[in-house]
């Protein structure tokens, strides 16, 4: 499929998508006339990326996780190492964190909102 049909399929902008090659995480191969064609795949592949970049992992980290997820089946991969575990268990860590400093982040905004309004907060 072309870089279009990619785009639409997954939401992803054309410029991401270059980008994502660019960085080693999708691959394509060109037409006679050069245009990219993606795969069938690339599209579970594309939105695997959107949820590790959600998740807060940068394009380095995600090109070396990407190949120990799950395979196309399904199953875990033959690739996942304990080092694979270590590394995502260590960023599941640090997702925690975040959240408890937003969860306190929002309390005090609670209390600040509260002594403002004079009125209790949701």
Do not use: K, W
């Not at 870089?3 to 060109?30: F, N």
């Not at 006679?32 to 939105?47: L, N």
């Not at 905004?109 to 209790?120: C, F, K, N, Y």
């Amino acid at each position: 499929m072309r870089i279009g049909e990619l785009a639409a399929r997954t939401g992803v902008g054309e410029r991401s998508l270059r980008y994502y090659e660019q960085q080693g995480l999708l691959v394509s191969d060109r037409t006679p006339g050069g245009h990219r064609d993606f795969p069938e795949r690339a599209v579970d592949r594309v939105i695997r990326i959107q949820e590790l970049y959600a998740a807060g992992l940068n394009s380095s980290r995600i090109g070396r996780l990407l190949p120990c997820m799950r395979d196309e089946d399904g199953g875990p991969s033959v690739r996942a190492t304990p080092a694979l575990v270590a590394e995502l268990t260590t960023e599941r860590d640090r997702i925690d964190r975040m959240i408890g400093d937003l969860v306190r982040s929002r309390e005090v905004l609670d209390e600040v909102i509260e002594a403002a309004s004079g009125r209790p907060t949701a």
